[in-house]
């Protein structure tokens, strides 16, 4: 009898979990594409280059849609992440991340099979044209004080 109620209740337990990740799974994590060179992204937009088709559009976070769990747990925290920067250029590039005008906390985690040296954030070698940083997955994490006004941005 215990047998069964332990398998019923992580039957139910998956079925809560999938359904939360079904409604506000992309609005706990926003991930994205970057693609070099790619100008200004103003609106949705495909780039071709030297490499596959890129989708990019700009980013928007509304902490309004959030699901319960994210608002319990990290009320104050938000997360944007990548897994995918290509050059569709035609030269090498090395590649660099800097956030500007950013005036809160900032975590930043990076992982590739790729040469990356934190201090001047820079993948070290370059990327070359149609390709790609392999294994990639870049987060940074927002640290939101409490008394912040904007609840999207």
């Keep these: ?3 069964k109620i332990a398998v019923l209740t992580m039957f139910f337990f998956t079925l ?3 359904a939360y990740a079904q409604s506000f799974g992309s609005n706990e994590i ?3 594409w970057l693609a070099v060179p790619a100008g200004v992204v103003s609106e949705p937009t495909v780039l071709r280059g030297a490499g596959p088709p890129v989708s990019l559009s700009p980013l928007r976070i509304d902490r309004n849609q959030r699901g319960f769990l994210k608002n319990l747990f990290q ?3 938000e997360a944007l992440s990548t897994h995918w920067i290509y050059n569709l250029g035609t030269k090498p590039v090395k590649i660099r991340m800097d956030l500007v005008n950013v005036t809160i906390p900032v975590e930043c985690e990076v992982n590739a099979n790729f040469e990356y040296d934190p201090e001047t954030h820079t993948f070290t070698q370059p990327l070359m044209p149609g390709g ?4 990639l997955g ?3 994490i927002f640290h939101i004080p409490e008394n912040s006004q904007p609840r999207s941005f």
């Design 75 to 77: 009320p104050n925290v």
């Design 30 to 32: 926003v991930h994205f």
């Design 1 to 3: 009898m215990k047998v």
């Design 132 to 135: 790609s940083i392999p294994n």
């Design 138 to 140: 870049i987060d940074w």
């Design 16 to 18: 809560v979990a999938g």
